[in-house]
T-cell receptor, first 115, second 113 residues
Framework: KQEVTQIPAALSVPEGENLVLNCSFT??????LQWFRQDPGKGLTSLLL?????REQTSGRLNASLDKSSGRSTLYIAASQPGDSATYLC??????????????FGGGTRLMVKP | AAGVIQSPRHLIKEKRETATLKCYPI?????VYWYQQGPGQDPQFLIS???????DKGSIPDRFSAQQFSDYHSELNMSSLELGDSALYFC????????????FGPGTRLTVT
């Protein structure tokens, strides 16, 4: 059974810092990995998706990397801003077919960026 | 761009009552997923449908059932509600193809009193 772990569980940084969020998964046979942002009590906003054949994806100040063989992904946030404060979730998808492609989520990292 | 629509956004029910949650996927998305997120927890997969057929089943209680209709919208029916069913219920949709990226709706917050 796939297990996804995110470290740290919570992180508080001053505005402007670069930071790294970590995600690890136990079964390396994944199809893709998604990073989401969730504001308190709100929905999930997809930030980046990395296919298993890719090493990284970038969107603005965000960069996600994937090392499938070691079961790890990182989300790098450059020049953090108070508006980045949210919970960041990573999720892995096992299959590309019409079965087995549900997402398994990690517990999330709660990020606070202080002005 | 069109997004996943869920209704209602908020729902308050009493124990032992029944609730129906609706999900309208992004146009041309043929796969729908339901997830449950309890307070302080990460989302847990409940059930998914592909082309109106159930494709996977996760930790969905027997009191819950779901289906996908001919227009691809989906409904999650929850009976004999318990206090522990209070949660955010998310619907996601994805298209067939290379990425199978899942797009999430805003969620329905169900409170059982």
């Amino acid at each position: 059974k796939q297990e996804v772990t995110q470290i740290p569980a919570a992180l508080s940084v001053p505005e402007g810092e670069n930071l790294v969020l970590n995600c690890s998964f136990t079964d390396s046979a994944i199809y893709n990995l998604q990073w989401f942002r969730q504001d308190p009590g709100k929905g999930l906003t997809s930030l980046l998706l990395i296919q298993s054949s890719q090493r990284e994806q970038t969107s603005g100040r965000l960069n996600a990397s994937l090392d499938k063989s070691s079961g790890r992904s990182t989300l790098y946030i450059a020049a953090s801003q108070p508006g980045d404060s949210a919970t960041y979730l990573c999720a892995v998808q096992k299959s590309s077919g019409n079965a087995g492609n549900m997402l398994t989520f990690g517990g999330g990292t709660r990020l606070m960026v202080k002005p | 761009a069109a997004g996943v629509i869920q209704s209602p956004r908020h729902l308050i029910k009493e124990k032992r009552e029944t609730a129906t949650l609706k999900c309208y996927p992004i146009p041309r998305h043929d796969t729908v997923y339901w997830y449950q997120q309890g307070p302080g927890q990460d989302p847990q997969f409940l059930i998914s449908f592909y082309e109106k057929m159930q494709s996977d089943k996760g930790s969905i209680p027997d009191r819950f059932s779901a289906q996908q209709f001919s227009d691809y919208h989906s409904e999650l029916n929850m009976s004999s509600l318990e206090l522990g069913d209070s949660a955010l219920y998310f619907c996601a949709s994805s298209p067939r193809g290379f990425s199978y990226e899942q797009y999430f709706g805003p969620g329905t917050r169900l409170t059982v009193t």
